[in-house]
């Protein structure tokens, strides 16, 4: 993976150079060419062998830090056509969904390819990714984006219309970035385990209450709608305080687990007739209806 393993510099790594102005350029590390910018260029011949955290002259003289780049890197220089899921909330849905190495994982659209590259960095050489996409072009791009990365080995691009449906079965987890998830449901559930996490996101109210209407009247359970909002800081000692402008929106996650149930109808009326109800009717099914979280064992390690 052309990541950076070492401490040092080698050919092939994908390294992110930043000036003084915190510009940042991500660029691999091949031989006999150059890296050239605003400050002037820097042969890779001469960065090889450096330690990471060094800073190198331009020709100009200008320093630029030699760093190893993280996930929110990679994915903020992504070459990109249209609407990507921001780094906030790649990193949440990897965890909602039990992403980590072994994982079969499922999602559509592909688009510019942002929680492709993500999932791929996460389900390790022994998972593996399934993207669809309907759009040659877009899918064209994630597949460079994902190349670049080195994890082409660890996706499958499918391009098509998922209401055709989904190639794979039984794979652990599923993600909609599309403008309809709710109907693609059937077609999900189908290619998902039992158990299995699925998960949406959508920009619009509007589209979230069509989803959870339709995961509720379906074979799901423990439905989640939350949303993230993340507020950055400067970050002069003397200074410290919020930035003054924010991302204020970006999309609702949707989260739900694949399950076996009886129709709605039949659980609501099972529930009343034990007279609860509220679980049901408030929260997509009687068991998820606690209102303050998991409850903890405190002396499970006793
Ligand atoms: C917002 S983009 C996805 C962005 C992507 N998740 C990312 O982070 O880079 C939505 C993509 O879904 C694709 N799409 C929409 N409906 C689709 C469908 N029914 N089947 C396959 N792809 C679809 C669109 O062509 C578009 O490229």
């Known amino acids: ?17 930043v000036g003084k102005d915190r510009r940042t350029f991500i660029r691999t590390v091949i031989e006999g060419k150059r890296f050239e910018c605003h400050l002037g260029y820097l042969e890779f011949d001469e960065l090889v062998g450096v330690p990471f955290g060094a800073q190198v002259p331009t020709h100009l003289g200008h320093k ?16 990109r056509e249209g609407q990507i899921i921001f780094p906030k909330d790649l990193g949440y849905i990897a965890l909602k969904l039990g992403i980590r190495p072994g994982v079969h994982v499922i999602e559509a659209g592909t688009g510019s ?4 590259l993500t999932l791929a960095l996460l389900v390790g050489d022994d998972g593996h990714v399934y993207s669809y996409e309907r759009r040659a072009k877009m899918q064209e791009r994630a597949l460079l984006n994902v190349r670049r990365a080195g994890l082409l080995h660890r996706v499958t691009f499918h391009q098509r219309d998922i209401e055709r ?4 079965r039984d794979v652990h987890a599923l993600f909609l970035d599309v403008r309809e998830p709710w109907d693609y449901l059937p ?13 949406a996101i959508v920009p619009t109210m509007n589209q979230v209450i069509q989803l959870t209407e339709a995961l509720y009247a379906g ?44 129709e709605q109808a039949a659980w609501d009326a099972a529930l009343l007739a034990e007279g609860d109800d509220n679980g049901a009717a408030e929260d997509g099914g009687a068991l998820d209806d606690a209102p303050t979280g998991p409850e903890i064992d405190a002396n499970e390690d006793a």
């Open 1 to 17: 993976m052309p990541l950076p393993q070492s401490t040092t510099v080698a050919y092939g790594d994908i390294v992110l150079l």
């Open 64 to 79: 630029m830090f030699v760093l190893p780049p993280n996930t929110n890197d990679l994915i903020l220089h992504l070459q």
């Open 113 to 116: 390819g942002a929680l492709t």
């Open 165 to 168: 449906g989904f190639d794979e």
């Open 187 to 199: 077609q999900a559930r189908e290619a998902l385990r039992g158990g299995g996490f699925f998960g």
């Open 219 to 262: 074979p799901w359970f423990l439905l989640e709608i939350e949303e993230l909002l993340l507020r950055t800081y400067k970050t002069i000692p003397a200074r410290i305080r919020p930035d003054e402008q924010m991302v204020g929106h970006t999309g609702y996650l949707v989260f739900a687990r694949a399950a076996e149930r009886e």
